[in-house]
């Protein structure tokens, strides 16, 4: 089977439009990682989710493979943005510690919920999600905060297994959830958006192994150079870029103001959100 084959026959022209849409996809995803701390696995799904349907991959597994390569490609951009963020003394390693089993343990349950998961599943958790996050960031004052400090380690914990579990479901570093966490217990954007940047590394690598677990009896109905519900193929094509443009994203995040930073971070969110609303109401 050749590289024409595993697109179902698509045309010259349809395979530059993918070639581009793959590469816009990781240069975004790596940017999106930098900047605002999240993996960029909305912008990912979608694109992947084109290429699987021209491939002819059979429905009722499409969408969890998308998933899974998201997670795939969010790996190395995740590393790449957590060690700039971390070289720039804005990490909080202290909640990422507390944050470390629960999340862990939060992915593989996602995992394997989303093995057989509804479609509208993954939509709707983003969807309210996003739109929490977007309205705070766009319009909220310091005042909106649960306190001025973080929630004792029981609490910490109960979020880091919430986070895993969402995260996993949608094909997601865990930034946008982190993020909105974060800042409702007082602690700034940029060292949320560092922190977050941390966390998709948590989320990620475990979470790779859950879909490939989870559709591993399910190999005879995925393309061809799968592992479990991971595109290998998809994978490569796009981490690349995403590797080259997350140091661009992480300098972008230390230049804006806060004000800048919560504007672009909210109204980012709320596109996205919006996608997500109108594929459920289509």
């Known amino acids: 089977m050749t590289p024409l084959d595993l697109l179902g026959g698509a045309s010259p022209s349809e395979l530059l439009t993918l070639l581009v849409l793959l590469v816009g996809a990781g240069l975004l995803t790596g940017l999106l990682a930098g900047v605002f701390g999240v993996g960029g696995g909305t912008v990912v799904v979608p694109v992947l989710y084109e290429i699987f349907r021209l491939m002819g991959v059979a429905e009722d597994v499409r969408m969890p493979l998308c998933v899974g390569t998201s997670l795939a490609v969010i790996v190395p951009t995740s590393i790449r943005s957590f060690r700039g963020h ?26 394997y919920v989303a093995a057989d998961a509804p479609g509208w599943l993954f939509k709707i958790v983003f969807v309210v999600v996003a739109t929490a996050l977007s309205f705070k960031l766009l319009f909220g004052k310091e005042s909106w905060r649960f306190s001025g400090h973080l929630p004792g380690n029981g609490v910490m914990r109960a979020y880091g297994l919430m986070l895993g579990t969402a995260s996993a479901l949608i094909g997601i570093g865990g930034g946008a959830i982190s993020n ?55 994978a490569a094509l796009i981490i690349p870029t995403s590797i080259l443009a997350a140091p661009f994203g992480v300098r972008i995040a230390h230049a804006l103001s806060r004000r800048k930073l919560e504007l672009a971070f909210g109204i980012y969110l709320g596109l996205v959100a919006l996608r997500f609303l109108i594929a459920m109401l289509d």
Do not use: C, N, Q
């Not at 971390?86 to 995992?111: F, S, T, Y």
């Not at 009896?217 to 479990?228: F, H, Y």
């Open 180 to 234: 909105l966490l974060l800042s409702l217990h007082g602690k700034s954007i940029h060292r949320s958006v560092a922190t977050s940047s941390g966390l998709g590394v948590i989320i990620s690598i475990p979470g790779v192994i859950a879909y490939i677990i989870a559709g591993w009896p399910k190999m005879a109905e995925l393309p061809p150079l799968s592992l479990g519900f991971v595109s290998l193929i998809g």
């Open 86 to 111: 971390l070289a720039k003394g804005a990490v909080d390693m202290e909640v990422l510690k507390l944050w470390l089993v629960p999340v862990i343990l939060g992915v593989v349950l996602g995992g």
